[in-house]
């Protein structure tokens, strides 16, 4: 039976657009690609392994031509997809509207070579009925500009990937991966680390004072700041450089400790008079409905979500028809959206918060691309968050969608601010003078429906500060007076939310690929989180070193950000795809391509790539990294320079690694052995070490044990229990972990009953049959009686019942429900009904506050939900069957280097009608 066949990418989107187009209609989806250069040499046809591009997969020797294949486990899609389009008669390609999802519409239509019957092109900004039956109505044709930029941009990322990443594994370590992107991307974090490194704190005073105001004033107390000193200005943080030093110029007052309670003192009897009052007109505008940085930039704050949940969740909602595309750069929303929320917001506040006219925004994304609406709740009216029936994330994303969209066309926040100096004579002669600022709210405007977060706890929009009603000249008296010291941070980590901003901002990357290149770095290990600051790895210092000396221009950040420009032009049809590419992979004139510099790389000496100066060059002690992590080197006591080594934690951040931290290592360095005495029954000496996976006590084995596969002797190990520390372990100690396991006795049925101890902690076994017992101490303990007790009980299947709360610590600052501490499988962990997050090896339930669960939640929550088994029967990714070069013409041509004319039949091709 004839139909039209609709293709999209997701089978979630299938259905619910099949559900609103109807009979006559037939929606597949594409399940995402369904082709891409090979991943792996097995992946690569026999026919083009032998090129000397073959590698590639991409002939850089005639107009950059890719070569594509279909994946083995999308081939009996496509079979299907093929089969669907027999007796079809029109073709509609679906697939989002964006570089990526015009690219998989070329790929389709290049692989299913639809025959005598229209190819359209419908895209749609939201999954509504509406939307969904007008794109059918009024479809377009392939923007090939589009096609182009994207595969430009696959083959830039292709060569910098396939050509820079096996100098990583010689040079190295093997395994890394260098991308265009995502390189810039660690030395942005990596830069951020040497910052701290270099940082030196300086330490500054003020006076801080509680001053009344008197009985008919309201407030009566007010706090100020000492703000001068006889008309000079008292140093602040700002006014320091990174060396500690004051910056150049500065004239400014630079009180220590003892200045500062000497003042104190001397203006303990000082009457102080009001100076000045200055009062403004406060007004916040709202802020533009989000695009899809802004979006994980709040998600990040508010929510806790990393960039790649929020986009993962936020998938989820468009595909099923509750907010628009959520890949954009644009700020703008459509008529009818402004329209639904000027009536939400008169229903929901009133008429006095819609302002006279509508809000339009202009968006701030250089060369923004592709014409989508700002993310904001999908349909011509917008459903209120508990009217979706969502729940847990998706439920948290679309409120804060639905706020800030509705927030945008609210009616500006206004007030005042006054600022406040007051001053007065100090005992010791100094003319000195306090400031006081406050503001005040006197319409909330948008302010009452949404408030964006802020990052390194900067004051929010509706924070207000209220003054008495002071006038110049006024008499005042301080309630209390002290000396306040501080002293300057370093530069902030970048947290997923700040990277984010820092990659738009310096116009690197496409905002729809930073979820997925934070995603990379941190699974690559070249970045890790504490908290939800993003702390580089040494290996990342390695890595960007080596990019820095051998690949400057690649690793820049303009001419990284010049290339999303050049992308730009070739999607606007104003650049030509093979030149660029030949200027990048060859280089013009006195600019050297990649190849060049991968060609004549020259000598690198690997060591020094990975040697990095503790404490300054006179300290003789160096990081290194190594293929098993970053460990130290360092003179011994007998003088040779590299006579003594110590590893280095893992979670240990480089700008803490000081040289006291480093002198602390070489004092107690894992693997170093503490020796506990002689067994007394094999003489063998025993040790106690702090390995890899914690600390542990073994055997000394002699030297004329044998060795190798057959017939080696194995020491006797034994991990030390919870309570047990290297510091405090004694013989006795070691003897009873090494006895284990130990045997209860027998069972009524003649079965043995040992008790172990293993990685999830004390157990029984009896045969196959394993029972957990309640602590380590019971492995030394347990009887038989109390085992065959255990094992009378039936044993637990699936979940037990649920243990009480250990201790019930408040609210969490993220989701809001009750946090608790539980005693689980792995040992204790907070949950909050939504995550569990294990407590760490310093962490104990005596001490465990809200704040420490909720950053440990925090953390959790950023990696997302726990992942299942893959289903029986997923098969890998693996080699396609033999197949011809993809090319972008129905008609057969010869692997002949790309031609204008051959462009414009390759656009005429894909506009089929």
């Not at 639809?114 to 092109?121: A, C, G, L, S």
């Not at 590299?642 to 894992?670: C, M, Q, S, W, Y």
Request: glycine content about 8%; proline content about 5%; charged content about 30%.
């Amino acid at each position: 039976m004839a139909h039209k066949l609709v293709i999209v990418e997701s089978p979630t989107k299938a259905q619910k657009i099949g559900d609103y187009l109807g009979q006559g209609y037939v929606v597949e989806s594409s399940r995402g690609h369904v082709r891409d250069l090979p991943q792996s040499a097995a992946d690569t046809p026999a026919k083009i392994k032998e090129q000397p591009w073959g590698r590639l997969a991409v002939d850089v020797d005639h107009g950059f031509e890719p070569y594509y294949v279909v994946p083995r486990d999308k081939k009996s899609h496509m079979t299907h997809l093929k089969s669907l389009l027999k007796d079809a008669d029109e073709l509609f390609l679906a697939t989002d509207e964006d570089r990526e999802g015009e690219a998989i519409a070329w790929h389709l239509l290049d692989e299913l070579k639809p025959k005598n019957i229209p190819v359209k092109r419908m895209v749609f900004h939201e999954i509504t009925k509406q939307a969904i039956l007008d794109a059918a109505a009024n479809p377009r044709e392939l923007a090939m500009d589009l096609v182009e930029a994207q595969e430009t941009r696959r083959i830039l990322d292709r060569l910098y990937g396939y050509e820079v990443s096996p100098v990583l594994w010689k040079k190295v370590m093997s395994g890394l991966s260098a991308g265009r992107v995502q390189s810039v991307a660690t030395r942005l974090v990596v830069d951020r680390e040497r910052e701290r490194i270099a940082f030196r704190k300086a330490s500054y005073w003020d006076l801080e004072g509680t001053f009344d105001a008197g009985a008919d004033h309201d407030p009566r107390m007010f706090p100020a700041r000492l703000h001068t000193v006889d008309d000079v200005r008292v140093a602040r943080g700002t006014d320091f450089g990174q060396d500690g030093v004051l910056k150049k110029g500065a004239n400014v007052v630079h009180l220590d400790r003892a200045r500062a309670e000497a003042l104190v003192t001397a203006l303990g009897d000082t009457d102080f008079s009001v100076r000045s009052v200055e009062s403004k007109p406060y007004k916040r505008s709202p802020y533009p409905p989000f695009r899809t940085t802004t979006l994980q930039q709040e998600a990040s704050r508010k929510l806790g979500m990393s960039a790649s949940t929020t986009m993962s969740v936020a998938q989820r909602l468009y595909e099923n028809g509750f907010i628009t595309y959520m890949r954009t750069d644009s700020s703008t929303l459509s008529d009818s959206a402004i329209g639904a929320a000027r009536a939400q917001i008169a229903e929901l506040y009133g008429g006095e918060y819609v302002p006279d006219a509508p809000r339009t925004y202009a968006s701030k994304v250089k060369n923004a691309q592709e014409a989508h609406e700002a993310i904001r709740p999908a349909g011509d009216t917008f459903r209120r968050p508990g009217e979706t029936g969502l729940t847990g994330d998706q439920f948290r994303l679309y409120e804060l969608i639905w706020q800030r969209t509705v927030a945008s066309q609210m009616k500006d926040a206004v007030g005042n601010t006054v600022t406040v100096r007051l001053g007065g004579a100090a005992a010791s002669g100094e003319d000195v003078v306090f400031t006081s600022s406050g503001r005040t709210i006197t319409f909330h405007g948008f302010l009452k429906a949404y408030v964006e977060g802020t990052d390194h706890g900067a004051t929010t929009d509706d924070a207000e500060t209220r003054l008495p009603r002071l006038t110049e000249g006024a008499a005042l008296s301080a309630a209390s007076l002290s000396a306040d010291g501080h002293e300057t941070k370093p530069p902030a980590r970048f947290t997923e939310a700040t990277l984010v901003k820092e990659l738009e901002e310096r116009e690197i990357g496409r905002p729809s690929t930073y979820a997925s290149i934070i995603k990379t770095i941190t699974d690559r290990g070249y970045v890790y989180k504490k908290g939800t600051a993003l702390v580089p790895a040494w290996l990342a210092f390695s890595v960007i070193r080596l990019l820095e000396e051998h690949f400057p221009r690649q690793i820049d950040y303009a001419f990284t950000a010049q290339m999303e420009d050049v992308l730009d032009e070739i999607a606007a049809g104003r650049k030509d795809r093979a030149t660029e590419l030949a200027e990048f992979y060859f280089g013009t004139g006195q600019t050297h391509g990649l190849k060049t510099l991968v060609d004549e790389l020259g000598d690198i000496d690997a060591r020094e790539l990975a040697t990095f100066p503790v404490g300054g060059p006179d300290s003789g002690i160096h990081l290194r990294v190594g293929r098993y992590g970053p460990y130290l080197e360092g003179p011994d006591d007998e003088g040779n320079p590299a006579g003594k080594r110590a590893n280095v934690p893992d979670d240990l951040p480089p700008d803490e690694l000081t040289l006291e931290k480093a002198t602390e290592l070489f004092a107690n360095p894992a693997g170093e052995e503490i020796d506990l005495g002689t067994h007394p029954d094999t003489g063998l000496r025993i040790v106690a070490k702090n390995g890899r996976f914690g600390p542990y006590v073994t055997e000394v084995l002699p030297e004329d044990a044998p060795t190798g596969k057959k017939g080696a002797a194995k020491p006797r190990t034994g991990s030390l229990f919870k309570s047990m520390t290297l510091d405090s372990i004694t013989l006795e100690d070691a003897l009873k972990l090494l006895s284990l396991p130990r045997v209860v006795g027998t069972g009524a049925d003649g079965e043995e009953i040992t008790a172990q101890n293993g990685r999830y902690g004390p157990y029984l076994k009896k045969g196959s049959d394993s029972r957990s017992l309640a602590s380590e101490d019971q492995l030394f303990t347990v009887t038989l009686e109390e085992a065959e007790k255990i094992y009378s009980q039936p044993k637990q299947r699936g979940r037990a019942a649920a243990a009480p709360p250990l201790k019930e610590l408040g609210p969490d600052p993220v989701s809001g429900n009750p946090v608790v501490v539980k005693s689980g499988r792995f040992g204790e962990y907070v949950t909050d009904g939504e995550y569990n997050a294990t407590l760490r090896k310093d962490d104990s339930v005596e001490s465990i506050t809200i704040e420490r669960a909720a950053e440990l939640l925090a953390e959790r929550r950023e990696r997302g939900p726990a992942k299942k088994g893959a289903k029986k029967g997923a098969a890998k990714k693996a080699a396609p069957a033999k197949k011809t070069a993809a090319k972008k013409t129905a008609a057969k041509k010869t692997a002949a280097k790309k031609t204008a004319a051959k462009k414009t039949t390759t656009k005429a091709a894909a506009k089929k009608s």
